[in-house]
């Protein structure tokens, strides 16, 4: 049993089936890598693992438990981070603002009533998050408006949101997509740093063929809203399958 | 100091000070001088500052901080007013129960509508909280007119119980008062020309109103104030950071609203009277004009957007012709008479066509309101920064 199991799930948008019977089992403390051609029916399968859609049909359970009918912040609090393809931060608030508030969920849950305290003496908060910005190079940007941020620096950060969080299953959609050659190299050495640091499950999106060979133990190929494959980064490499499904068409 | 660093403490401390000393600030003129009717500081106006400064400080807490725009806030005024007026009625002129009470009810009133009307965000929150404090404010005057006395407003009347207070023995109806000390009581100090008064109201309400600003600092530098600006920033990013985003609305709600039921209170601390009109969507609509005038977001702004537009309601409204026309004795016939004739429509009941158009101004070329013309003009004059990433987030006074 993975610590993630995906079991029959479907997911239609009108008449358009995105997803149809996808079976997944992540196994813990792995990095499972999920590859495809665009409308694939990638983010719409992270869609249903992280609340934001409910599947038609199928079950989804992590560490033995639904996920299913729970609201993103439950579900978050189980243990499941994301980074979405398109950054989602915090742009009207600063940099250490943003990684601030993934410690303050982690530390009081999904309420508390903090009116009088002080962030500013929160401070093994602060270290928390400043250490956070170390690991991902950003400690000298802290101050400025998340707004402000180049898009790579934004996916930084938001990995960052979700790292400090320490989540069990951190799922990356595309985590490199639209980031220069050194900080996708960056990227890549930090996630390996992470994975080698503490237990932690990884389910990552990735076009970049680099970035999954460099990271995944296994991977699974989607098209058209099924799983075609799931074996070892080697034995997918030559999967004759996979190459006309998708390979080939990303080496062009 | 107080759980504030240095720079709020220093900023909190000139608020202290231009409070405490507003009764001579806001006379700069002799009293015998033309100047005088910009006077503003006599007691009504002064304690009109501070008691609208309260609820716009207050609508800061929701609109400011979680971008959500209440209609309706005018609704927990009115509930505040009329909370008041029943204490001074049944329990004792003395304003303490009666502005506790008032926060206490406003407090639930808001847990209710804001349970409501959160569930929707944008313009459908706002047509919510709209259509909730119409609903009490037609209520206030037909159904409900056994506790709202209808058209005529809550009074007082000589036969009140007061079952705190001594027997009333005098003829005349009861006044507010703070364990005796009477709000309409006030010391005119007359220097030189000047005239300066010092009323018991003015200082109660200015003291209430450091302590709501104190708590609104507190508020806007705490996590939780952190986690309602996230809110305003992407409200889905931090659903998935595992926070719950609604109590934390709800909770941003219900305290504006107590801020709102405060302000009430203590207008019918200064004047024990409530009608239904404090509660119409003119009234919720007058404290989003203060916040965004002042600047929303911001600590002083909501603050300096009341103080201006109550004192362009009291003031520019008694400017008439005539009053032009002495200024402009001095031009020639034709020029005076050309710029009366030019300046009429923008005077006396005209005013709210300044304020229209000033309002239009700032939105225009100041998004950040009043604050943020403030921080442009100390901008010029600052050496430029260092060429350090600064974040412009901060909500500086
Ligand atoms: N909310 C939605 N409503 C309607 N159709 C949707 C919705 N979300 C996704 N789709 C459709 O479902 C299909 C799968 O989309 P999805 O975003 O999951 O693909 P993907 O594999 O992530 O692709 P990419 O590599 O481009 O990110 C696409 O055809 C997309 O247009
Ligand atoms: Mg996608």
Redesign the pocket.
Known sequence: MGILEVNGVGKN??G?K?LSNVNLSVKENTVHAII??????????LNCLVGKLIPDTGTVTFAGQSVLGRKPHQINQMGISRVF?TPEIFTHLTVMENVLIPCFARRDGSFRMHAFETVANEHDIVEQAEAMLKDVKMLDKRHMLAANLSRGDKRRLEMAMCLVQEPKLLLLD?PTAGMARADTNNTIDLLKEIKASRPITMAI?E?DMHVVFSLAERITV?AQGTPLVEDTPDNIKGHPKVREAYLGEAQV | MFGLDRKDTVFMLIVVVIALSAPILLNPWPAASQMAQFNAGYPDLMQRFVVYGIFAIGFNILFGLTGYLSFGHAAFLGVGSYAAVWMFKLLSMNIIPAILLSMVVAGLFALVIGYVSLRRSGIYFSILTLAFAQMSFNMAYSVLTPLTNGETGLQLALDDPRILDAANTTNSLPVTNLFGAEMRSSVTWNVGGWSFDFSVGYYVCAVIMLIAFYTSVRIFRSPFGMMLRAVKSNQQRLNYTGINSRPYTLAAFVISGMYAGLAGGLLAAMDPLAGAERMQWTASGEVVLMTILGGAGTLIGPFLGAGFIKYCENIFSKINDQILHQWFALLPDWLENTLVTVLHPFIGKGWHLTLGLIFMLVVVFLPGGLVEGWNRITGLFRRKPKAKPSATTEPAE
């Open positions: 948008f009108g358009l995105a495809g051609p665009n409308g694939a029916g990638k983010s719409t399968l393809q595309e999106i076009h989607m």
